[in-house]
């Protein structure tokens, strides 16, 4: 009997396994910041190579169908960043105020304007903030996120300024004219 996988099923696998990793991503608060920090920022480094994958690895399949997982890829990236976001409130890195605050402000407009561009917004304070309390308690770990980035973003380039900003900014723009 030969077994085969499908490429949307790795697709799909590398998308649940984001959506867990963000979730998992929380359990490195119980640590001390110089622990915590490089253990969430390895893991939130995996689940950006997952997200960098699971597209290109599912338009390669010649099915093009979308199954579940693959229509809830941005609700895998936003349970990373909320699970980033998670980490540094319990780490006490953030003010609860600001970490449940920001959370419920999310989840309202969310919400409210059932947008997903507001959705891919929502994720950058946390990362920023990843970065920023990686690159002080384990440097090396906050570098090479954003060298990572820096990468993602030359590897991607031709497809960024072509469709993902230009989609994400009138996005926005469309969410400020209702």
């Given amino acids: 009997m030969k077994i085969t996988l499908s490429l949307k099923l790795v697709a799909d696998i ?4 984001r959506f867990f990793i963000g979730l998992y991503i929380v359990r490195f608060s119980t640590l001390e910041p110089n622990e915590g920090i490089p253990l969430a920022s390895s893991f939130l480094w995996i689940a950006w190579v997952t997200d960098l994958l699971d597209g290109p ?3 390669l399949d010649p099915r093009k169908a979308q199954k579940f997982i693959g229509k809830h890829d941005l609700t895998a990236d936003v349970t990373v960043s909320l699970g980033c976001w998670l980490f540094l409130t319990f780490s006490n890195l953030i003010s609860p105020f600001i970490g449940f605050g ?7 407009l969310l919400w409210y304007f059932k947008s997903e561009y507001l959705a891919w917004a929502f994720q950058a304070p946390p990362y ?3 970065i920023l309390f990686a690159l002080k308690y384990a440097p090396t770990y906050g570098m090479f996120l954003i060298v990572w980035i820096i990468i993602v973003v030359i590897v991607t380039w031709p497809r960024f300024p072509k469709y993902t ?9 469309a969410l400020f004219k209702r």
């Fill in 14 to 17: 590398l998308t649940t396994l």
């Fill in 102 to 108: 920001y959370i419920l402000l999310g989840m309202f």
């Fill in 165 to 173: 900003l230009p989609e994400f900014l009138g996005g926005m723009k």
């Fill in 128 to 130: 920023g903030m990843m």
């Fill in 57 to 59: 690895i599912s338009r």
